[in-house]
C-alpha cells in the first residue's frame, strides 16, 4: 500500500520524506511528501488548494497497489480493503474541492485510477524493491525510497530532487546497513546464527538507524509516527 504510494509519488516528480509500515500509535503506516522542501524549490503544483489531478492519482495509488497484489496472488480484496478506507474518504473530498460537476468528478477520479494502474503496472519492479526493503527495515527516508525506485527503473535521480537526497545521512550509510542485513540472513540460512540472533541483529540495525533520523530536522515531523 505505501510502496505504491512512494513509487507513484516519485514518478510524477514529487519529494518523499518518509515511507513507513511500522505500526505505532493510531497509524498502520504512512507515505508521506515533503511539500515543504517542494515549495522551497518552486514545485508547489501538489500543495492542497491546487486542485491538481495528479493528488488524486498518488491517494488512489495505495489502492491500487493492494488491488494489483490480490490478484497477482488470488486473493480476496476486499478481506485487505480496509487499509484503504482513509485514502477513499480523503479522494471523496478531494475530488469535490476540485469538480463541482458529478459527472466531470466521476470522468477526473476514473482518469486518475486508471493512471495510478497504468504506473504501477509499468513499475511493479520498483514496488517490489521498495516493499521487501520496509518488510526488513520497516521505515525508509525519502532519500532512502527514492535511490530504491530509482535502481529498480534503472534510472540515476538527475532532477531538483537529487540534491536534496544527497544530504540524507541515513542514505548514505545504506550500502551498508544493506550488508549488515544481508549477512545476518546468509549466516541465518547456513545455521551460523539462531533466529533469535537474526532478530537481534536486525533490530541493532533498527536501533541504528533510528538514532541516525533522532539527530536530524526530520525527526521534529516525524517523531510522532515511531
Request: net charge negative; hydrophobic share 40%; proline share 1%.
Amino acid at each position: 500500500h505505501e510502496a505504491g504510494h512512494a513509487v507513484v509519488g516519485h514518478v510524477i516528480g514529487r519529494l518523499i520524506a518518509l515511507v513507513s509500515v511500522k505500526q505505532a500509535t493510531s497509524y498502520r503506516g504512512c507515505c508521506r511528501f515533503d511539500s515543504y522542501t517542494e515549495s522551497a524549490h518552486h514545485h508547489d503544483q501538489w500543495q492542497k488548494g491546487r486542485q491538481n489531478p495528479e493528488l488524486l492519482t498518488i491517494l488512489y495509488a495505495g489502492a491500487v497497489a493492494v488491488s494489483l497484489l490480490c490478484e497477482q496472488r488470488g486473493w480476496d480484496y476486499e478481506v485487505l480493503r480496509t487499509s484503504n478506507l482513509q485514502d477513499e474518504a480523503e479522494i471523496e473530498q478531494l475530488s469535490r474541492e476540485m469538480f463541482a460537476d458529478d459527472a466531470q468528478r466521476n470522468i477526473a477520479l476514473d482518469a486518475c485510477r486508471k493512471q495510478a494502474c497504468d504506473l504501477l503496472t509499468t513499475h511493479w519492479n520498483a514496488v517490489k524493491a521498495l516493499v521487501g526493503e520496509l518488510l526488513a527495515l520497516q521505515w525508509l527516508t525519502g532519500a532512502e525510497a527514492h535511490s530504491i525506485i530509482g535502481e529498480a527503473l534503472g534510472k540515476e535521480q538527475v532532477d531538483w530532487r537529487w540534491g536534496v537526497l544527497q544530504a540524507d545521512p541515513i542514505n548514505q550509510r545504506r550500502t551498508e546497513f544493506e550488508v549488515q542485513l544481508k549477512q545476518l540472513v546468509a549466516d541465518f540460512l547456513k545455521g551460523v546464527i539462531t533466529e533469535q540472533e537474526l532478530d537481534e541483529g536486525m533490530a541493532k540495525i533498527q536501533q541504528e538507524r533510528l538514532t541516525i533520523l533522532q539527530s536530524t530536522p526530520a525527526w521534529h515531523f516525524f517523531g510522532s509516527l515511531f
